[in-house]
């Protein structure tokens, strides 16, 4: 039997909601840090300084299931070709890279777990800046889509089908070995949350008001071989095959596409639902721009 899914009271999501204020700012500072030339442990540096001052607990740092090693860093940094759980480091950036900023904090006893990928601004964007932002808006569409169906007394298998639809028909490939998860007094908790239905495993479950769900897409796509009208180009199969790196944490593609990550929380609510951390929405380049 799975473990029963958390149903969270409207005090409650109100909880999640304000570590998911603390957790945006932290994101909005470390894309404000993403600047030609700053490294990647430089944004780290700036989502520290937001969650030490806010007195929130940085829940990456130390984190280490399944007896991995400890990740080093208070957020995940990822760049380009690489897809989730970056270590920050002395990999220097420059202006059009894809810079995926991901945090995890607990601020009184609620968690939050939010990323965004952000376009590095400043500079010669070079070839590969407005694909990339192509492919941030298109992994942000299924964000928004999962949010127009997710209501009391849908499956989401069917939401989970609709974003995968929607992304395959754009020409997008799909990272199919993370999904979403619960979020609560936990940082991951059930259930197990997909962006895609074909080929996963896990239960289906039923929408209920005071589920609080992290929806985390991730899209990717060959950057530097558009294909006509701005569609990604030519690509084998849907589902993006990755590896993990030297580093025990770092995933990226083994085609070297450029990955997408974005991973908003939303709750359920008895009319549809609600985004935790909407203000997201309006980070689109590094710099602070």
């Given at each position: 039997m799975s473990p029963a899914i958390p149903l969270l009271s409207p005090n409650?999501?109100?909880g999640v909601r304000r570590a998911g204020v603390i957790v945006e700012d932290a994101i909005r500072a470390g894309a404000a840090a993403a600047t030609p030339g700053a490294t990647t442990l430089a944004i780290d540096h700036a989502v520290r300084a937001v969650l030490a001052n806010a007195g929130a607990e940085a829940l990456f740092l130390g984190y280490a299931p399944g007896g991995?090693?400890?990740?080093?860093a208070s957020c995940c940094?990822?760049?380009?070709e690489e897809v989730v759980h970056g270590v920050p480091g002395a990999r220097s950036l420059r202006a059009g890279d894809l810079v995926s900023i991901?945090?995890?904090a607990r601020?009184?006893?609620w968690c939050a777990d939010a990323g965004v990928s952000v376009v590095v601004s400043g500079g010669d964007p070079g070839p590969h800046a407005e694909g990339a932002l192509r492919l941030v808006r298109a992994t942000r569409a299924l964000i928004d889509l999962a949010v127009s169906r997710a209501r009391p007394g849908v499956r989401w298998s069917a939401v989970g089908a609709a974003m995968e639809a929607q992304a395959r028909s754009a020409g997008y490939g799909i990272v199919t070995d993370f999904v979403g998860h619960g979020v609560g007094r936990e940082l991951h908790q059930p259930p197990k949350v997909p962006a895609y239905a074909t080929g996963f495993t896990g239960e289906d479950f039923v929408l209920e008001a005071g589920m609080v769900l992290a929806v985390e897409p991730i899209l990717t796509a060959p950057i530097f071989g558009d294909g006509p009208g701005g569609r990604p180009g030519r690509r084998d199969g849907w589902a993006t095959p990755v590896a993990l790196?030297?580093?025990g944490w770092t995933v990226a593609t083994r085609t070297g596409e450029w990955a997408c990550h974005e991973e908003w929380v939303i709750g359920v609510t008895p009319e549809g639902c609600a985004?935790?951390?909407a203000s997201l929405g309006g980070l689109w380049r590094g710099g602070g721009l």
């Open positions: 409650d999501i109100e991995a090693s400890p990740f080093p940094v990822s760049v380009n991901d945090v995890g601020a009184l006893g790196g030297a580093d985004v935790l951390t």
